[in-house]
């Protein structure tokens, strides 16, 4: 294998000729490996955009040469269409607020440039990593900027797959519209109500994920970079308008740039609306476990796709897989909101040198969540049925409808018709025509169960 020899200010060090990052990449790699995960796709083209923008500034104001902003440009697009990711090696959590991950952008755009001018990869007698490829930033503008960039592109896609499965369960909700059960409180039988509303309850509270996270995607919009030449407004706002441009979003400066270094609560914002959505989605897949088993009664009111091998001593079971994996998923993304929490609570004075494990955090959960999301849409929601037959034995066998005949009978009455009910296992219908309480026709008027559901209007 061949090496070349670059040097900085602790030595030199031998990298393999190929490579198109340098020395201060490797020294991150090596002093970095615990994750053994490289930087997430997102960030690495974030970092790119990052980049070109401020390349394109230098060159409008003459800071560095029109011909090594170009090449410098080419670079980022090439990283941009998927090119060099494999060269991009420093772990995802590391020390020093992120400057190995800030290198190694600066270091393979620079080697690549180089490479399109003649030049070789290593001497950087053309373009400069620091120079001119770092010009005009620092790692604690680059860092946090292309994190924002990388995580509202994420969250859009969230979002996305967020609205398919609101909508998935509203067509449910139309679907089992007539579909009567009785409601459970305590995980008792309680009135009667239309399935399709459970499911239409489950779009409802997906649509206010939606809108918490399209709300949190706008505290993202404030970005440092450039915090070094803020004394020059019309070079910030040049590259500012330049990284709205290549992203398509309306990013601008802050009002107090120490306040957008120092302080990191629109991450926490994010955060909370991540925990949120983890929450909403492990309480409906409980339900769904609970609706599609036989705990609540001898058959399930739903049936759920069977999409996994049944379990080696029962094979007649359908597991709901896809549910317990969404429940998981879910423990995770709260175990994260603790994790961005206190790295930007730890954060001292003007900067905070924890961004790289919040990224990795909010990278992996909005990531994860986006999956798990698809998933259950795909592999459980749309693929639902009711039993129908057994939810009309559960509404006939309900004796929870004694509380409707209250108005009509009084509560002492009422209380003695349930306890013969429960003694002789008969049902309260039976039992108030046998005691000649009401006619049949107003008794069925009463207990009507389409009627005892609540209406929402279609």
Not at 125 to 140: A, K
Not at 362 to 369: F, G, H, I, P, V
Not at 393 to 403: A, C, D, F, R, Y
Not at 433 to 456: A, G, M, T, V
């Amino acid at each position: 294998m061949k090496y070349r020899v670059e040097k900085d200010s602790l030595g030199e060090k031998q990298i393999t000729a190929e490579s198109y990052y340098g020395i201060q990449t490797l020294r991150g790699k090596e002093n970095f490996e615990i994750t053994k995960r490289g930087i997430s796709r997102q960030m690495i083209k974030a970092l790119a955009t990052v980049k070109k923008a401020v390349a394109a500034a230098n060159a409008s104001f003459d800071f560095i040469d029109e011909k090594k902003a170009k090449a410098i440009m080419l670079s980022c697009d090439e990283i941009l269409n998927g090119r060099l990711h494999g060269q991009f090696i420093t772990d995802l959590i590391q020390g020093g607020a992120g400057a190995s991950m800030n290198m190694n952008a600066n270091e393979v755009i620079a080697n690549r440039a180089n490479e399109m001018l003649g030049g070789k990869k290593g001497v950087y007698d053309l373009v400069h990593p620091i120079d001119h490829v770092n010009f005009g930033q620092s790692t604690n503008d680059v860092i946090p900027t292309a994190g924002k960039i990388a995580l509202i592109r994420q969250t859009k896609k969230l979002i996305v797959e967020l609205k398919k499965l609101s909508n998935s369960c509203s067509i449910k909700g139309k679907d089992f519209y007539d579909v009567i059960i009785p409601s459970r409180t305590h995980l008792q039988m309680d009135v009667p109500m239309r399935l399709g509303e459970i499911f239409d309850a489950f779009a409802c509270v997906f649509t206010r994920d939606i809108k918490r996270l399209e709300k949190t995607i706008e505290s993202l919009y404030e970005i440092n970079i450039s915090i070094n030449l803020e004394d020059n407004p019309k070079y910030v706002k040049k590259v500012v308008s330049n990284i709205a441009k290549f992203t398509g979003e309306p990013f601008k400066s802050p009002k107090n740039f120490y306040d957008c270094t120092r302080n990191l609560d629109g991450f926490m914002e994010l955060s909370s609306a991540l925990k949120i959505l983890a929450v909403n989605l492990s309480k409906t897949c409980n339900d769904i476990r609970l609706m599609a088993s036989s705990s609540l009664s001898s058959t399930p009111e739903i049936n759920i796709p069977n999409v996994h091998p049944c379990s080696t001593n029962m094979p007649n079971r359908v597991i709901p897989a896809i549910p317990e994996m969404v429940n998981q998923v879910a423990f995770f993304i709260m175990g994260c909101d603790v994790t961005v929490t206190k790295a930007a609570e730890a954060g001292q004075l003007e900067i905070n040198v924890f961004e790289p494990v919040i990224f990795m955090t909010l990278l992996d959960a909005l990531n994860y969540l986006r999956r798990a999301i698809r998933t259950l849409k795909e592999k459980t929601i749309d693929g639902i049925t009711a039993n129908k037959e057994e939810c009309a034995k559960l509404i006939e066998n309900n004796n929870s409808l004694i509380t409707t005949l209250i108005p009509y009978l009084g509560y002492n009455e009422t209380i003695s018709i349930a306890n013969e009910a429960l003694s002789s296992n008969k049902n309260i219908y039976d039992i108030v025509l046998e005691r000649s309480l009401l006619s049949e026709e107003k008794l069925n008027e009463i207990l009507d169960k389409h009627n005892l559901s609540f209406k929402n209007e279609k």
